[in-house]
């Protein structure tokens, strides 16, 4: 199918049919899409074309960005060690799992375990803050603090992926100067500039938010990082201005979800390959098991001695137990620097995408807390 009008009309039904199940049966809407989009990338074929790359790429950083800007720095501060403690143990706890398990269990090499570890240590930022906002537990202390704790588990895993295989060159060195400065100024910027250019049908505001995620996007690039990294740290730093405007952080969100977001789910989803799923079943399983079974051994029992009740622990340690982001990302590294090969690539993918379904399915379904808004949101 080459008539780019009807990739992109394929696209939106597989993207309405994902929002109308949601509707039916309220499960996030980013979970439908991946779901839609493995079953159609493996029957009618989904068109990966240059666009929607770029367009799922967009909408990464677009939401991930959002996602910073929901961490509230007043719970944050209220709560900052609970958040910290979970977000370093939602780190470090599946990472020298899955680590020790591909190198021992599997005896896979020391660099190629390194990216299994590095790969399944994440915590979805994209889903979470998603299926937060679907539910309104943006809206709630409790899911600040989990965005938070997210925060703490992916920067670990970002660090840890440069750390271990950083390629260190003069455009790191600039890409992490300007990320530095930009977060600096922003916070005094950003209130001055929007307050004489804001409020127009031409929504300047946010056309200058996208100018300074794609400029951070562009020196990630030639860094060799990732663009979704300065676009939570931005958002992470403008989250007080956010907080005082909601419409702005509305007008964004419907960009978003309505159009970006499901390109990227249903690219993510796409991305299985039923023979491979067969074949690698049984890796496949292993691995998100022990992502699992480590997020819960180092993350319940935090929830119990920071005396969150036993519904909220348990939503608590599933939704950390999700991954996708940054998860495909150290993945598709590994493949791309050529330490792991298509097999070990697809079967640590799929394992990713799984952590993003497996959890957040049965955290929706069965442990869904009773969240009272805060005050000042309701």
């Known amino acids: 199918m080459e008539n780019v009008w009807f990739q992109s009309a394929l696209w939106m039904v597989l993207a309405f049919v994902a929002a109308m199940g949601s509707i039916l049966v309220p499960i996030s809407a980013a979970l439908y899409e991946i779901v839609i989009g493995a079953v159609a990338g493996n029957t009618i074929g989904l068109p990966l074309t240059p666009w929607i790359n770029y367009l799922a790429g967009f909408g990464a950083i677009v939401l991930t960005f959002l996602a910073g800007t929901e961490i509230d720095p007043h719970v944050v501060k209220k709560h900052f060690f609970s958040s910290v403690t979970i977000g370093l143990m939602g780190f470090f706890a599946p990472y020298i799992g899955c680590l020790l398990f591909a190198r021992y269990g599997l005896g896979w090499p020391w660099p190629q375990a390194q990216i299994a570890g590095i790969a399944l240590s994440t915590t979805s930022v994209a889903v979470v803050y998603a299926v937060m906002v679907e539910t309104g537990y943006n809206k709630t202390e409790l899911g600040k603090v989990i965005l938070a704790a997210c925060f703490i588990n992916d920067i670990g895993t970002v660090l840890a992926l440069g750390l271990i295989f950083a390629n260190y060159n003069l455009y790191l060195v600039l890409f992490a100067v300007v990320t530095v400065a930009v977060m600096a100024v922003l916070p005094w910027i950003v209130p001055w500039l929007f307050k004489r250019i804001g409020k127009r049908a031409s929504e300047p505001e946010i056309k200058f938010l996208f100018v300074v995620l794609f400029v951070l996007g562009g020196l990630a690039n030639l860094g060799q990082s990732e663009a979704v990294l300065p676009a939570y740290l931005i958002g992470m730093v403008l989250a007080p201005f956010f907080m005082a405007q909601k419409e702005l952080q509305r007008r964004m969100r419907a960009i978003c979800f309505a159009f970006l977001t499901p390109f990227y789910f249903l690219k993510a989803g796409s991305l299985i390959e039923a023979h491979a799923l067969i074949v690698g079943a ?29 519904r909220e622990g348990m939503y608590t340690t599933l939704m950390m137990s999700t991954g996708l982001t940054f998860g495909s990302i150290s993945a598709l590294f590994g493949l791309t620097n050529h330490i792991i090969d298509q097999q070990q690539y697809t079967i640590l993918l799929t394992a990713v995408i799984g952590s993003a379904v497996v959890p957040t399915l049965i955290a929706q379904t069965w442990f869904r807390p009773h969240f009272e808004p805060l005050e000042e949101d309701a």
């Open 282 to 310: 049984g890796l496949i399983a292993a691995f998100l098991a022990v992502k699992m079974v480590t997020k819960f051994v180092g993350i319940l029992p935090l929830t119990r001695y920071f005396k969150f009740d036993k």
